[in-house]
């Protein structure tokens, strides 16, 4: 069992930056990958990056790449957020798998109760 906890939304002009964090605890998660996931309203989840548990490969969407930056140590990952737009509004989720890089919904088993981030024009 994994939990995890997601901070670090918000509210944030356009153009601006965020850091999203998701700490981890119960078994451990250096054995994970990692995956962020986000949900506007009205819309399904979509992935947006992860990070294997080895730390050796990441994924984006490409709504993301070149904006958002995966990482991870033994107890946490952080999504940095640069560039957003209004578009990146939206409630963000972190999750934890046991596949070697995962792009899917249905590869993450743990997932955080989320975190709204909110990008204004």
């Known amino acids: 069992q994994v939990q995890l906890v997601e901070s670090g939304g918000g509210l944030v002009q356009a153009g601006g930056s965020l850091r999203l964090s998701c700490a981890a605890s119960?078994?451990?998660?250096?054995?994970?990958?990692v995956g962020w996931f986000r949900q506007a309203p009205g819309k399904e989840r979509e992935f947006v990056a992860t990070?294997?548990?080895?730390?050796?490969h990441t994924g984006y969407a490409d709504s993301v790449r070149g904006r958002f930056t995966i990482s991870r140590d033994n107890a946490k990952s952080t999504l940095e957020m640069n560039s957003l737009k209004p578009e990146d509004t939206a409630v963000y989720y972190c999750?934890?798998?046991?596949?070697?890089?995962?792009?899917?919904?249905?590869?993450?088993?743990?997932w955080g109760q989320g975190t709204q981030v909110t990008v204004s024009p």
């Open positions: 999750a934890a798998s046991n596949y070697e890089l995962g792009y899917s919904l249905k590869e993450y088993r743990y």
């Open positions: 119960g078994r451990v998660f250096s054995t994970y990958t």
């Open positions: 990070i294997s548990w080895n730390n050796v």
